[in-house]
């Protein structure tokens, strides 16, 4: 069963929540202290977060980083902030999804199994399910840690980081998704679309304006790099990565 954290400062709200998600199964708990969210999420160690941005103490922006420090889980924001930059604060400060209210507790339900998917079901990234990536170019570790090697640079699949001589970088659960599309077509022009479909499993829910500022912090890690023009942009088209 999975586990669902809600940190949400409206009592009514949170309740509706945690039972809507409890009728698809999902153990969910809320957050009753709201100024110390990391001891509960310590000792809850859910599989995903639902956050607010409005929070007493701190914001959610806060907290998320918080959780960004020693966590990769799944954390969807929830908020009466229906801002284009709220939306993208909120994933420059390392959310996965972003979900405005009144929530449409169908739509939730849509995104949570999404990302519960994608972080640890059928389409959660290890090297046995990376099927279009070429067999040569994937290899293990010590048995652990799936990589992808091109160019001279190496995507670790399940430690989240990117390196390229004696540079590392780590990367957020959507910066992979989307690097690990760009290594697997490496060469050919990856379109918006397929983009889109690396990043969540139904495009219709996807906010195109989300890509765009996802492209942007892959392309401030490959600058982090020294490789400041390793994803070229095709007009018309989509991308390109092109390391040589």
Known sequence: MYSIMIVEDDPKIAQVLKS????????????????????????????????????????????????RKNYNIPIIFISA???????VMAIENGGDDYITKPVQLELLVAKVRSQLRRAYGEYAITPTNSALVDDNLLSNTDGEIGKIE???MTLWLSRNEL????????????????????????????????????????????????????????????????????????RGLGYKLKLV
């Open 163 to 234: 390196s390229y001589g004696q540079q590392l970088v780590d990367l957020t659960k959507n910066e992979l998704l989307l690097a690990e599309c760009f290594f697997t077509y490496y060469g050919e022009v990856v379109t918006r679309d397929k983009l889109l479909e690396a990043l969540w499993d139904d495009v219709q829910f996807v906010d195109d304006n989300t890509l765009t500022v996802n492209m942007t912090r892959l392309r401030k890690k490959f600058a982090e790099l020294g490789l400041p023009s390793a994803i070229e942009t095709i």
């Open 20 to 67: 809507k998600l409890e009728q698809y199964s999902y153990e969910a708990f809320i957050a009753n202290e709201l100024k110390n969210i990391m001891d509960q999420f310590e000792l809850i160690q859910p599989h995903i977060l639902l956050l607010d941005i409005n929070l007493p103490y701190f914001d959610g922006f806060y907290w998320c980083r918080q959780v």
């Open 150 to 152: 091109i160019e001279g």
């Open 81 to 87: 902030r229906d801002g284009e930059m709220d939306q």
